[in-house]
């Protein structure tokens, strides 16, 4: 991508000194937003990368107890007015960070949409207060889209306040309550929570049009004076593409316009060199520019770049404001480029389903994440309940969250896949525990059963697979054939998937081996395999996964019917570092790759991930990548494999469109070395983004690493792939 810089500057005055409190030491008072106070001492040590909270100051409370708004540091939940620890049931309006100075730091929370009736809770870390004391706790909020309406409240034993409701408007708006702690002992410890939700209007029950509410800039602090917030680092700096209104996918050819803020938190004048680093996460050597700018106690400035126009790929952004004694600030974009229409062909694939399991969920916010561009119609997405919670009277299931979480999949056109419960003693209602002969508790199998029949048969027609809640494998097949005979009973046409999984059995393929040979076959309906992604070149690892499918396979031949249907499943993608973005693309190509050469129907994947470190975008490099092996991989039928020379072998498939391989390395050249590959004139090639890196008008030379290269021939032709030749292998640098 070529990379034009253009620079320009707008100043934005911060102002220096600290603002005036916000009103008289009411319930609850509103101030206009503007800078926040400056720090008088610049050289308070700070922990960007891990994102720690290291201010202190007289008139706040020993802790952390001036917040932060990263991920990480705030729980959503949903639930009533109360101080309560946050419930287990997600929240009615998503989260995400917009990237901002408007109040203080790198993002702002934006809770959208909100549904009326339904409040969101944002609690943050609980701390312990002085006994007879007063405190005050300030938020910065701003709301649009319909009558949103907030609450500030600290939850523990407190006296004269506490809980205060205000209104955000559409200008950052400072709201602050004031509380007493009782007298005594300093034991109990305090929750800070704030509480948002939109009215309905006229009765109405649909999500409020593109209503929103953001907040940022919490702090409790000691005194019943509402005092200005001191930002947590000495500079601070964003940068965002203006050219997208959100950081979503972007169009391939759109201009990247950037914008990046720098402000100066300090109560004296800085010089602040600013670079940026452009790179592409599949290797292409990064790009530099920077620029030094002075800033004055309290003052901001806005530099503008282009890069030119956008191409398919993932790439990242890092901006880094660097000040006295080497000191800087880090802020990191990730930026996913791929083409929408591009993109709609995986939804023509239901390859790529969501196994983010999660209880009494409301099914359609789980999988936002990876809704529309990588799940496609009929597309599996998992949903798990928790038997006490459904069976809240003996015989009587209260279905209002369960209905809500099938129906908004349905409406999605998505395919529920629901676990309806554990039978273990910590999940069972205490009327379904019995305590045996040796003074065991043990769930009654009976109890149980009952329950499995009412689910199924309250959703019949509408789930059509329901998965085998995870057992002790010395017990599993014979809670499977409870589970089957339940399921079968209430609804016939219905599936079984099993054996059941968790995070860690999934990644099994001896557990997978134990229940086959055990005889559960005879009550599923489908096999499920666990399928770790693995994010390093390991081609071990890569041929385990291959060699326990196969072996898998070979055991239905024996044991059950040879044509079973196969499912795969991935527990929660691990934490990865911006350096290894390209080995997650990778990795999950691959890993698509493999299942579909044993024939995998479908592979559940999480519906949301941990973020890149620093990276924050919407558009993660997990979705890009699913995105695009859900297009090219999904509607594919496996071939054939074919050694295409020391370190290489194609994979080739079979689609609608015609027929295509994946190049990929193998043996020791995937983790030691780089192979160079030439291809002849009349083959396109692609890589896992849907790149184009040859039109097939002329030769072309390509590197292979971890990553595949998909080769598709411009004309149907036998052997083409003798138009592929391995040239050498070169050391990694």
């Given at each position: 991508?070529?990379?034009?810089?253009?620079?320009?500057?707008?100043?934005?005055?911060?102002?220096?000194?600290?603002?005036?409190?916000?009103?008289?030491?009411?319930?609850?008072?509103?101030?206009?937003?503007?800078?926040?106070?400056?720090?008088?001492?610049?050289?308070?040590?700070?922990?960007?990368?891990?994102?720690?909270?290291?201010?202190?100051?007289?008139?706040?409370?020993?802790?952390?107890?001036?917040?932060?708004?990263?991920?990480?540091?705030?729980?959503?939940?949903?639930?009533?007015?109360?101080?309560?620890?946050?419930?287990?049931?997600?929240?009615?309006?998503?989260?995400?960070?917009?990237?901002?100075?408007?109040?203080?730091?790198?993002?702002?929370?934006?809770?959208?949409?909100?549904?009326?009736?339904?409040?969101?809770?944002?609690?943050?870390?609980?701390?312990?207060?002085?006994?007879?004391?007063?405190?005050?706790?300030?938020?910065?909020?701003?709301?649009?889209?319909?009558?949103?309406?907030?609450?500030?409240?600290?939850?523990?034993?407190?006296?004269?306040?506490?809980?205060?409701?205000?209104?955000?408007?559409?200008?950052?708006?400072?709201?602050?309550?004031?509380?007493?702690?009782?007298?005594?002992?300093?034991?109990?410890?305090?929750?800070?929570?704030?509480?948002?939700?939109?009215?309905?209007?006229?009765?109405?029950?649909?999500?409020?049009?593109?209503?929103?509410?953001?907040?940022?800039?919490?702090?409790?602090?000691?005194?019943?004076?509402?005092?200005?917030?001191?930002?947590?680092?000495?500079?601070?700096?964003?940068?965002?593409?203006?050219?997208?209104?959100?950081?979503?996918?972007?169009?391939?050819?759109?201009?990247?316009?950037?914008?990046?803020?720098?402000?100066?938190?300090?109560?004296?004048?800085?010089?602040?060199?600013?670079?940026?680093?452009?790179?592409?996460?599949?290797?292409?050597?990064?790009?530099?520019?920077?620029?030094?700018?002075?800033?004055?106690?309290?003052?901001?400035?806005?530099?503008?770049?282009?890069?030119?126009?956008?191409?398919?790929?993932?790439?990242?952004?890092?901006?880094?404001?660097?000040?006295?004694?080497?000191?800087?600030?880090?802020?990191?974009?990730?930026?996913?480029?791929?083409?929408?229409?591009?993109?709609?062909?995986?939804?023509?694939?239901?390859?790529?389903?969501?196994?983010?399991?999660?209880?009494?969920?409301?099914?359609?916010?789980?999988?936002?994440?990876?809704?529309?561009?990588?799940?496609?119609?009929?597309?599996?997405?998992?949903?798990?309940?928790?038997?006490?919670?459904?069976?809240?009277?003996?015989?009587?299931?209260?279905?209002?969250?369960?209905?809500?979480?099938?129906?908004?999949?349905?409406?999605?056109?998505?395919?529920?896949?629901?676990?309806?419960?554990?039978?273990?003693v910590e999940a069972a209602p205490a009327w379904a525990v019995r305590v045996d002969g040796?003074?065991?508790?043990?769930?009654?199998?009976?109890?149980?059963?009952?329950?499995?029949?009412?689910?199924?048969?309250?959703?019949?027609?509408?789930?059509?697979?329901?998965?085998?809640?995870?057992?002790?494998?010395?017990?599993?097949?014979?809670?499977?054939?409870?589970?089957?005979?339940?399921?079968?009973?209430?609804?016939?046409?219905?599936?079984?998937?099993?054996?059941?999984f968790d995070a860690a059995a999934a990644a099994s393929p001896d557990r997978l081996g134990?229940?086959?040979?055990?005889?559960?076959?005879?009550?599923?309906?489908?096999?499920?395999?666990?399928?770790?992604?693995?994010?390093?070149?390991?081609?071990?690892?890569?041929?385990?996964?291959?060699?326990?499918?196969?072996?898998?396979?070979?055991?239905?031949?024996?044991?059950?019917?040879?044509?079973?249907?196969?499912?795969?499943?991935?527990?929660?993608?691990?934490?990865?570092?911006?350096?290894?973005?390209?080995?997650?693309?990778?990795?999950?190509?691959?890993?698509?790759?493999?299942?579909?050469?044993?024939?995998?129907?479908?592979?559940?994947?999480?519906?949301?991930?941990?973020?890149?470190?620093?990276?924050?975008?919407?558009?993660?490099?997990?979705?890009?990548?699913?995105?695009?092996?859900?297009?090219?991989?999904?509607?594919?039928?496996?071939?054939?494999?074919?050694?295409?020379?020391?370190?290489?072998?194609?994979?080739l498939f079979i689609a609608r469109g015609g027929a295509f391989a994946a190049l990929v390395?193998?043996?020791?050249?995937?983790?030691?070395?780089?192979?160079?590959?030439?291809?002849?004139?009349?083959?396109?090639?692609?890589?896992?983004?849907?790149?184009?890196?040859?039109?097939?008008?002329?030769?072309?030379?390509?590197?292979?690493?971890?990553?595949?290269?998909?080769?598709?021939?411009?004309?149907?032709?036998?052997?083409?792939?003798?138009?592929?030749?391995?040239?050498?292998?070169?050391?990694?640098?």
């Amino acid at each position: 991508m070529g990379l034009l810089f253009c620079l320009a500057t707008v100043a934005a005055g911060c102002g220096a000194g600290t603002r005036a409190p916000g009103g008289p030491p009411s319930s609850v008072a509103a101030e206009v937003g503007g800078p926040a106070g400056v720090r008088t001492d610049p050289s308070v040590p700070e922990r960007i990368a891990g994102q720690q909270v290291d201010h202190r100051s007289s008139n706040l409370v020993g802790g952390d107890t001036s917040f932060e708004l990263p991920v990480g540091d705030y729980v959503i939940g949903d639930g009533a007015a109360s101080g309560a620890a946050s419930t287990t049931r997600p929240s009615a309006a998503r989260g995400r960070l917009v990237r901002t100075l408007a109040v203080h730091g790198q993002h702002a929370l934006r809770l959208s949409p909100l549904l009326p009736g339904r409040k969101c809770v944002v609690h943050w870390p609980a701390v312990r207060l002085e006994p007879d004391r007063r405190y005050t706790f300030s938020v910065y909020a701003r709301g649009g889209g319909g009558r949103m309406r907030g609450e500030l409240l600290c939850g523990g034993p407190i006296e004269g306040g506490g809980l205060a409701a205000f209104r955000p408007t559409g200008g950052w708006q400072r709201f602050h309550v004031t509380f007493k702690t009782p007298a005594g002992d300093a034991g109990p410890s305090y929750r800070p929570a704030v509480v948002v939700s939109a009215e309905a209007a006229g009765g109405a029950t649909t999500p409020a049009k593109e209503g929103w509410v953001e907040l940022d800039a919490v702090q409790l602090e000691a005194g019943e004076t509402v005092t200005a917030y001191l930002p947590q680092r000495s500079v601070e700096c964003v940068s965002r593409i203006t050219s997208v209104p959100d950081a979503g996918l972007i169009p391939p050819g759109l201009p990247l316009s950037c914008e990046s803020a720098i402000r100066n938190n300090t109560a004296q004048r800085l010089a602040v060199q600013v670079v940026w680093r452009f790179w592409d996460v599949l290797g292409a050597q990064p790009q530099y520019r920077a620029a030094t700018v002075q800033l004055g106690a309290g003052h901001a400035q806005t530099l503008k770049l282009d890069f030119g126009a956008a191409r398919p790929g993932y790439y990242i952004l890092e901006t880094q404001a660097r000040y006295a004694h080497g000191r800087q600030c880090v802020d990191r974009l990730g930026l996913a480029v791929g083409s929408r229409s591009a993109l709609a062909r995986a939804r023509q694939s239901s390859f790529v389903g969501c196994g983010e399991r999660t209880e009494g969920t409301s099914g359609a916010g789980e999988i936002s994440r990876l809704s529309p561009s990588a799940l496609g119609a009929g597309s599996p997405c998992c949903l798990s309940w928790n038997w006490r919670d459904l069976e809240t009277t003996p015989g009587r299931d209260d279905y209002a969250d369960a209905e809500r979480s099938v129906d908004g999949l349905l409406a999605l056109g998505l395919e529920p896949v629901v676990c309806p419960g554990r039978p273990t003693v910590e999940a069972a209602p205490a009327w379904a525990v019995r305590v045996d002969g040796q003074g065991a508790k043990r769930v009654d199998v009976r109890q149980y059963r009952q329950f499995v029949f009412r689910v199924a048969g309250r959703f019949r027609q509408r789930v059509r697979y329901w998965l085998l809640p995870s057992t002790p494998v010395d017990e599993e097949v014979a809670w499977t054939r409870v589970f089957h005979d339940a399921i079968r009973l209430a609804d016939p046409p219905a599936k079984v998937i099993g054996p059941g999984f968790d995070a860690a059995a999934a990644a099994s393929p001896d557990r997978l081996g134990a229940f086959i040979a055990a005889g559960g076959l005879a009550d599923v309906d489908v096999l499920i395999h666990g399928a770790p992604c693995h994010d390093k070149e390991e081609t071990a690892s890569l041929a385990q996964l291959d060699d326990a499918l196969a072996g898998a396979s070979r055991q239905c031949a024996t044991a059950g019917p040879e044509d079973i249907p196969w499912w795969a499943y991935s527990p929660r993608f691990s934490q990865v570092a911006v350096a290894r973005l390209g080995d997650r693309a990778a990795a999950l190509h691959r890993t698509a790759l493999i299942l579909k050469k044993h024939a995998v129907e479908h592979w559940l994947v999480p519906g949301s991930y941990p973020m890149p470190l620093d990276v924050r975008a919407n558009c993660s490099v997990e979705l890009l990548a699913l995105a695009t092996a859900a297009m090219r991989i999904g509607p594919a039928r496996f071939d054939r494999q074919r050694q295409l020379g020391p370190g290489v072998e194609a994979m080739l498939f079979i689609a609608r469109g015609g027929a295509f391989a994946a190049l990929v390395t193998t043996g020791s050249p995937a983790k030691d070395a780089s192979v160079s590959v030439s291809v002849d004139a009349g083959l396109r090639v692609e890589d896992v983004f849907g790149r184009s890196l040859s039109e097939g008008t002329a030769p072309v030379s390509v590197t292979l690493n971890s990553a595949p290269v998909y080769v598709i021939p411009m004309v149907d032709q036998d052997d083409w792939l003798s138009g592929v030749h391995v040239l050498a292998t070169r050391p990694k640098r």
